[in-house]
Every structure is written in structure tokens, then in C-alpha cells.
């Protein structure tokens, strides 16, 4: 003999849909304009995925959510492709925010120390070397 089996009082509440704005789904296009804002000029800042974008100041009261989180996040530097990803931004859209920035002396892009650009470790010895004899 098998127990009966017990019914719920309430019933089961379906699952939430997914919020917006997760991997694979569209965002709202209307968000992206309010956040970037009206490009009046048309002009950006030339900047690829790799430039470092450093933060000169603290974030002033009038600058947006978005400004202000791009500015805490930049004390250190930050590329603009990592700076895309931790605020959830496309690519355009936190080109329009740095440029914006840039204007206001907010911020500061640099372009990424390659490699091949930095002396040999021999070459720098030997002028270590040459200043102690002196």
C-alpha cells in the first residue's frame, strides 16, 4: 500500500523570464542612445580595443551613472575592450563615453606598451654599467 501522495495548497509559480540584456538576447537600442547620447558632431576619439584609457580625476556631480562608473573603474588602466565587458556596453557606445570624456580632461588614452618597443634587458645593463664607472 502506497501513501497518498500530498497536493500543493498554492500553485506553482512559472519561472521568471530572463532579465534583458543577458548574453544572446537584444538589448534595448533606446538605452544604448540615452547612455552614449546625441553625437552632435559625429566626431570620436580614435581608439581601438587595445588603448589604455586612465582615469586623470575623481568623477565630477554632473557626470551620468555610466561616466562615473567608467571613471572608478579607470584609477588603474583599463583597455576599452575591458572597459566594454565590466559595464555591459557595446564597443560604440563606450567610444562615444571615453570621447566624451577625453574632451572634458577627465581622462587620458594611451596606447598599449608593445613588446618589441621596450629596450633589451643587455642594452640597458651596459648603460647602468658605463654610469657606475663615472
Do not use: W
Not at 27 to 34: A, G, I, S
Not at 41 to 47: I, N, P, T
Not at 105 to 134: C, F, K, N, T, Y
Amino acid at each position: 500500500m502506497t501513501p497518498p501522495r500530498r497536493q500543493r495548497r498554492y500553485p506553482q509559480q512559472e519561472p521568471l523570464p530572463p532579465a534583458p540584456g543577458k548574453r544572446g538576447e537584444e538589448k534595448n537600442p533606446e538605452r544604448l542612445y540615452v547612455v552614449a547620447g546625441a553625437d552632435e558632431d559625429g566626431s570620436r576619439a580614435a581608439l581601438d580595443l587595445v588603448t589604455l584609457i586612465v582615469a586623470r580625476a575623481e568623477p565630477p556631480p554632473s557626470a551620468t551613472p555610466e561616466q562615473a562608473a567608467l571613471l572608478r573603474l579607470c584609477t588603474s588602466p583599463l583597455s576599452v575592450a575591458e572597459l566594454s565587458a565590466y559595464l555591459n556596453l557595446p564597443f560604440s557606445a563606450v567610444t562615444v563615453l571615453i570621447t566624451e570624456l577625453l574632451t572634458a580632461e577627465l581622462v587620458q588614452a594611451r596606447a598599449p606598451i608593445v613588446r618589441q618597443a621596450v629596450p633589451d634587458r643587455s642594452l640597458l645593463e651596459a648603460v647602468m654599467h658605463g654610469l657606475q664607472r663615472l
